[in-house]
């Protein structure tokens, strides 16, 4: 699928209220695993060798990169940022609805 086609079709989706709700709680999720994603490439790293910096698997990698790590703990997001020479950050918003 072209991107113009797919940026047309998410669009024409995010009318629907129950896509946008449900798109917009998972780009949240994403961005942090692309952000991990980001880092770990511009270090230069493969999955294996940041799971062997930090003493866990490179499944375990993987699974964060693609956002469907759902029990991920602040101690092991800290051992990535250090991993990668970046600070980790928690931030609480206020829900506006």
Request: proline letters at 2%; hydrophobic letters at 40%; zero cysteines.
């Amino acid at each position: 699928m072209k991107l113009h086609n797919f940026q047309s079709e998410l669009k024409k989706s995010m009318e629907n209220p129950e896509f946008k709700d449900e798109y917009e709680t998972l780009e949240k999720e994403f961005a942090l695993a692309k952000e991990i994603l980001d880092l770990r490439k511009k270090r230069n790293l493969t999955q294996k060798q940041l799971a062997e910096l930090i003493g866990t698997s490179q499944p375990a990698i993987a699974r964060l990169e693609s956002g469907s790590y759902t029990n991920v703990s602040l101690a092991f997001l800290r051992k990535i940022a250090t991993a990668l020479g970046a600070e980790a950050e928690v931030h609480f918003k206020e829900n506006t609805a």
